[in-house]
Every structure is written in C-alpha cells, then in structure tokens.
C-alpha cells in the first residue's frame, strides 16, 4: 500500500494551530496560575506577583504598578527593572495625555487600567522592554487586560474589606460606649433614688406605722382604710426597691456574678416559677464581664416573665478553661428563632452585642412548643492585681 503525498501547506496549517494551541494554553495557564496565587497573598505582594508574571508573559524586562487616589495622587506600588527606566515609565502617568510612545522612551511601553466595579480606573499596569520588540498580538493584549482585571477584583475586594471591618470597630467602638454610659446613668439614677426617693417612701411608710400605733382605734370602715392606705406605702417602698435593684444592683457590685442572678431570680420564684441551679460560680470576674452576663440574664428573665408561660426554669453559671459560660433554659412556649421584628428581637441583640463585645459568642435555641435555650460564653481575662 502506497503512502500517501506529503502535504506542504497541511504540515505549515498543523503547525500553526499547535503553536496556537501553546500560545492559548499558556495565556490560560498564566491566568488560573496568578489567580490562585493571589487567594494566598497579602496586597503588597499580590502587586508586584502580578507585575513579575506580566513581564515574563510579554518577555519585557520593566515593570510598574501605579496607583492613585481619588484626589489624583499617584504612587508606584509595585516595580520590576533598574531605576532609570522605572522613572522613565514613572513619568508618564504625569505627562497630560497617556501616550503610547513616549519620547523618553526608545521602545513601546504597554499600559493597561485596573478598574473598580463602577468602572472607573484607579491603576495603571505599565510594561516596556531594553530593547525594541514587535507588539504583542491582540490575544496577548487580551490575557494582559483579564491579568489586571483579576488584580483590580482582588484588590477592591481587599479594600471593600478593610472598609468593612473598619465600619464594624467603629460600630462596636459606638456600641461599647452606649452600654457604657447606659451603665453609668443606670448607677446614678439608681443612687438618686435610693438617696432621695426611696429613703422618703421609707420614712413615710415608718411614720405612717408609729402613726398607727399612737392612734386610738378607729370604726371599722376607716380602720380598713387606714390598712389599705399602710399596704400602699409599704408596696411603695417595696417596688423603689426592686426598681432600684433592676438598676443597678447593690448585690452585683458587692456579692459577684451568682448571687446577683440568683436573686434577679427570685421575681420568676415571685411569679410562681420553679428555679433550678444546674451548676454554680462563686468565683468573682472582671467588672465589665460580669455586667454584661447579669444584663444578658437580667433580659431572659424578663422574657420568660413576659412572653415563655413557663413552670420551670434551669440556671447555669461555670468557669471552664478561662471561659465564663452563662446558660438559661426554660419549658415555655418557645418562639421562631429569629423572633418576629420587635421588642424581643432587640433585646435578643443587645444579648448577643453584649457577648461580642467581650470577645464571645451568644446563642438562642427556640422553637414553638419546645422551650428556650439562652447561651453566653465570654473569655475571661485575668484580673488586675492590686498595687
């Protein structure tokens, strides 16, 4: 069997699409390549990663990045070449109108823009070469282009997130600040009350006794009376009292953290509720820890009060490898978690704010039917020693 003719042209068209072929598969492996590297590098070093790949892609041997600001200030960001060169390239981003042949320069310079999502450009990748060399082919061109597309999303999603977590220190700077003038006004108005108000309720309802006991008795009808109107004072001073605890509790500040929440808990005992202590921490914690885990109590107490119409609540207050953990469950009626927009959703995160702020983590497992689970975990930071 004869073999058959030798086709000049075929053998140039082969060759040709195999080289095209190479051509497309390095373009490709240029890009997924950079791509991965870049998940893993810090800015700095994403800049001048993407500068390094361009030059060698296009064989030229000097690189800038430039970038500037939105009142027009530009800065290289990343270099590759000698100095001399790199200033030459440097001057161009000054001159009034971007040219592509710069006469300073004895070769063409390539640029290509970084833009943001809006569109608009707040870069510039500029290529030359020692020598001259021929123009890279549109393809080429092409590849560069998606090489600086890539870096600009890398870096607007970089800067998109120090903007986002800047945002957020600054939230919870504000936060912090709120609960703790809400703090200092709570002790203040609880000390006015407890200096003024309360101590003439006192004085009142005392009067009002050693009134009774001088006074000769009384007809039935103004004997009863006279009884409703001693009941009153002494409910008076009783509420001024609980109102004044609600404030700031004298106990919180002088017994710690578990006598506090036990006695927050004798209004779900008033109320006719069963309280069970799972676990028990005498130990004291820092001030500001222990606000927090009272007021984080005081708030699901409030809502089993108001909203769970349950029998039984379980307390829990540990210390376990430097963590404070604060647990409060209930049989109620449970809720949908997140609850519905209102009243219990912002106490729900004010809770959840609280834990935060300290560095630790809040939960809330409800469901209708199924009772409520109220979790705090904050780290413990060692107490300062007293000089």
């Known amino acids: 069997m004869s073999t058959p003719p030798l086709d000049p042209a075929s053998a140039l068209a082969l060759r040709s699409q195999y080289r095209q072929s190479q051509s497309r598969a390095a373009r490709l492996r240029l890009l997924v390549d950079t791509g991965q590297e870049l998940l893993q590098l810090p800015p700095e070093q994403m800049r001048l990663r993407v500068v390094q790949r361009a030059c060698a892609f296009v064989a030229m041997d000097h690189g800038v990045l430039l970038e500037w600001s939105e009142d027009g200030v530009v800065h290289a960001s990343a270099t590759q070449g000698s100095a001399e060169r790199l200033q030459a390239l440097r001057a161009l981003a000054e001159q009034p109108r971007w040219l592509e042949h710069p006469a300073s320069l004895d070769s063409p310079v390539l640029r290509v823009l970084l833009h943001r999502a809006d569109g608009q450009a707040f870069g510039a990748l500029l290529l030359a070469n020692s020598v001259p060399l021929s123009a ?23 800067r998109l997130l120090n903007d986002l977590q800047a945002r957020e220190r600054s939230m919870s700077e504000l936060v912090q600040r709120l609960f703790s003038a809400q703090e200092d006004e709570r002790k203040r108005v609880a000390y006015d009350l407890h200096d ?21 008795s009384l007809p039935a009808g103004l004997q009863g009376e006279w009884q409703t109107i001693l009941q009153l004072a002494q409910g008076c001073v009783g509420e001024g009292r609980q109102l004044i605890g609600g404030l700031r509790p004298h106990v919180l500040d002088d017994f710690g953290l578990l006598r506090a929440i036990d006695r927050e808990a004798d209004r779900l005992r008033d109320a006719g509720l069963a309280v069970h202590w799972q676990q028990r921490c005498p130990e004291r914690l820092p001030a500001a820890l222990e606000i927090a885990l009272f007021r984080i109590a005081q708030e699901a107490m409030n809502n089993i009060l108001k909203h769970a119409g349950a029998a039984n609540v379980t307390l829990s207050l540990a210390l376990e490898q430097g963590q404070a953990l604060l647990s409060i469950n209930d ?22 704010e609280r834990a935060h702020l300290l560095g630790g983590r809040f939960t809330c497992n409800s469901r209708p039917g199924g009772g409520t689970c109220i979790q705090a975990q904050v780290p413990v930071q060692p107490q300062e020693q007293p000089l």
């Not at 998606?146 to 999603?157: I, V, W």
């Not at 003024?196 to 000769?216: D, I």
């Open 136 to 158: 890279p082919d549109s393809e080429d061109l092409e590849s560069l282009q998606l090489l600086a597309t890539l870096l600009a999303a890398h870096l607007e999603n970089r």
């Open 196 to 216: 003024g108000l309360a101590q003439t309720l006192a004085g009142l309802h005392q009067r009002l006794q050693g009134f009774a006991g001088r006074c000769p």
């Open 331 to 352: 049989d109620g009626c449970g809720f949908l978690n997140p609850p519905a927009q209102g009243a219990e959703q912002w106490g729900q995160v004010a809770m959840q």
